[in-house]
C-alpha cells in the first residue's frame, strides 16, 4: 500500500522565519509530487509542484524532491500570519494521487 | 484553466434521506475525476475516483456510490445516509495521470 507520511504539527514559526515541511513517501515509482495548502472550512489549493530532484522555487515558496531518500519538502521564506494553514503533501505514480494527512503550520505575529 | 464547480455548499439532512452531490468539470476534456471525505480535522479519504464516461472505481466499500453519466460530470449518491456520512466533501478533477488535481469548493454535509 503506498504511503505518505507527514508530521501532524503543530509547526509553530514566528513571523518571518523560515518554515521547513517534510514528507516521506513509500512508493519508489512515484513520479509527481505536489504541495497543497488547505485553510480551514476551505478545499486544498495547489502550491507547488515537482517532478524531477532538486529544487524549485516560485516566489517565497521551495519544493525539494529527493527520490534516492523518498523525500520532498516544502520551504516557505518570510513566514506570513496568512500562511497558517494545513499543508497536504501527495504523491502520484501511474495510478491515483496518495495524500498525506498534512502538517498544521502555524506563522505567530 | 480547468474549473470545478461543486454544490451545494452546505446540506444538512436526515437520516435515512438521499444523497446527490453533482460535480461538473471546464476546461479540460476527458478528466479523470475524484469524490473525497474529510472529517473534522482529519486527512482526504478517496472514496471514488473515474477516468471516463461509466468509469468508476471504489476506494472503500460504505452505502455511497458514483456515476459519471458525461464526460465532465460525476455525481455522488446515497440511497439513505447514515450519521457517520457526515464530513466535508470533495470533488476533484486531472487532466491527466501526473498532473496535479485542481478541487471544487467542497460540499459540507451534516447527517442529523
Known amino acids: 500500500q503506498k504511503e505518505v507520511e507527514q508530521n501532524s504539527g503543530p509547526l509553530s514559526v514566528p513571523e518571518g522565519a523560515i518554515a521547513s515541511l517534510n514528507c516521506t513517501y513509500s512508493?519508489?515509482?512515484?513520479?509527481?509530487f505536489f504541495w497543497y495548502r488547505q485553510y480551514s472550512g476551505k478545499s486544498p489549493e495547489l502550491i507547488m509542484f515537482?517532478?524531477?530532484?532538486g529544487d524549485k522555487e516560485d516566489g517565497r515558496f521551495t519544493a525539494q524532491l529527493n527520490k534516492a531518500s523518498q523525500y520532498v519538502s516544502l520551504l516557505i521564506r518570510d513566514s506570513q500570519p496568512s500562511d497558517s494553514a494545513t499543508y497536504l503533501c501527495?504523491?502520484?505514480?501511474?495510478?491515483?494521487?496518495?495524500f498525506g494527512k498534512g502538517t498544521m503550520l502555524l506563522v505567530s505575529p | 484553466s480547468q474549473t470545478i464547480h461543486q454544490w451545494p455548499a452546505t446540506l444538512v439532512q436526515p437520516v435515512g434521506s438521499p444523497l446527490s452531490l453533482e460535480c461538473t468539470v471546464e476546461?479540460?476534456?476527458?478528466?479523470?475525476l475524484y469524490w473525497y471525505r474529510q472529517a473534522a480535522g482529519r486527512g482526504l479519504q478517496l472514496l471514488f475516483y473515474?477516468?471516463?464516461?461509466?468509469?468508476i472505481s471504489s476506494e472503500v466499500p460504505q452505502n455511497l456510490s458514483a456515476s459519471r453519466p458525461q464526460d465532465r460530470q460525476f455525481i455522488l449518491s446515497s440511497k439513505k445516509l447514515l450519521l457517520s456520512d457526515s464530513g466535508f466533501y470533495l470533488c476533484a478533477g486531472q487532466g491527466s495521470g501526473n498532473s496535479p488535481l485542481h478541487f471544487g469548493n467542497g460540499t459540507r454535509l451534516t447527517v442529523t
Open positions: 515537482i517532478y524531477s530532484n
Open positions: 512508493d519508489r515509482g512515484s513520479q509527481s
Open positions: 501527495a504523491v502520484s505514480g501511474y495510478s491515483t494521487l496518495t
Open positions: 476546461g479540460t476534456s476527458n478528466p479523470n
Open positions: 473515474s477516468v471516463g464516461i461509466g468509469q
